[in-house]
């Protein structure tokens, strides 16, 4: 059983930063793909960023590029989101994913695992 357990949300200015944690139990996350998505009220959920298994690929919305950037610890079994220049729309439940082998797919559909998501909200 895999289990996605995301921390680091919370409230922040506009301009500011924050990194979002996940870690993956169960399995090592050397082999998943991992994805961060989000869902800001009222909408549907969007793919933000995704890495490869291999940890070699990046990939990024067009409205997070530049700002946010994915990483992994395979050694920590974990994934971050650092974000940084907040805007207030950011503000959205963060949902990491793992897709077993995967390339880092930009799809909900491929992704097998997730957790139960983190607040993170952005005053302007």
């Known amino acids: 059983q895999v289990q996605l357990v995301e921390s680091g949300g919370g409230l922040v200015q506009a301009g500011g930063s924050l990194r979002l944690s996940c870690a993956v139990s169960?399995?090592?996350?050397?082999?998943?793909?991992m994805g961060w998505f989000r869902q800001a009220p009222g909408k549907e959920r969007e793919f933000v960023a995704a890495?490869?298994?291999?940890?070699?690929?990046?990939y990024y919305a067009d409205s997070v590029k530049g700002r946010f950037t994915i990483s992994r610890d395979n050694a920590k079994n974990t994934v971050y989101l650092k974000m940084v220049s907040l805007k207030p729309e950011d503000t959205a439940v963060y949902y990491c994913?793992?897709?077993?082998w995967g390339l880092g797919a930009p799809t909900e559909r491929e992704y097998n695992y997730w957790g139960q998501g983190t607040q993170v909200t952005v005053s302007s």
């Open positions: 994913a793992a897709d077993p």
């Open positions: 169960g399995r090592t996350v050397r082999t998943y793909a």
């Open positions: 890495i490869s298994w291999r940890g070699g690929s990046t």
